[in-house]
């Protein structure tokens, strides 16, 4: 299994940008799909998730302006970032989430020890 993402970059504040995280070895469309991002001195934490059935799920700091979305035919996550804020500022990962784990509510969950395949990671810099 293979995660590749792609899409980062510097960044205006208030500014755009795209992630995609290409995946081979496995269908993207039976798992649940997370990103990810990690900052430097922080820990890692999760940013959204998209589950099999489509449902999604977003970090509080990122809802409303973060969409994660997926191309089944294509075998790709994207993440896209709207009004992007310095403090969004990170490497983001994709993983998978083999164990199709759910909250009460049905959601994916964002919790990193749940995912077993990462890819290597995207930077995202955004200057204010």
């Known amino acids: 299994v293979q995660l590749v993402e792609s899409g980062g970059g510097l960044v205006q504040a208030g500014g755009s940008l795209r992630l995609s995280c290409a995946v081979s070895?496995?269908?993207?469309?039976?798992?649940?799909i997370g990103w990810f991002r990690q900052a430097p001195g922080k820990e890692r934490e999760g940013v959204s998730c998209?589950?099999?059935?489509?449902?999604?799920n977003y970090a509080d700091s990122v809802k409303g302006r973060f969409t994660i979305s997926r191309d089944n035919g294509k075998n790709t996550v994207y993440l896209r970032m709207n009004s992007l804020k310095p403090e969004d500022t990170a490497v983001y990962y994709c993983?998978?989430?083999?164990?199709?784990?759910?909250?009460?509510?049905?959601?994916?969950?964002?919790?990193?020890?749940?995912?077993?395949?990462w890819g290597q990671g995207t930077q995202v810099t955004v200057s204010s």
């Open positions: 993983a998978v989430d083999r164990s199709l784990s759910t909250t009460l509510q049905g959601l994916c969950v964002m919790g990193a020890p749940f995912y077993g395949y």
């Open positions: 070895g496995i269908a993207v469309q039976y798992y649940h």
């Open positions: 998209i589950t099999r059935g489509d449902n999604t």
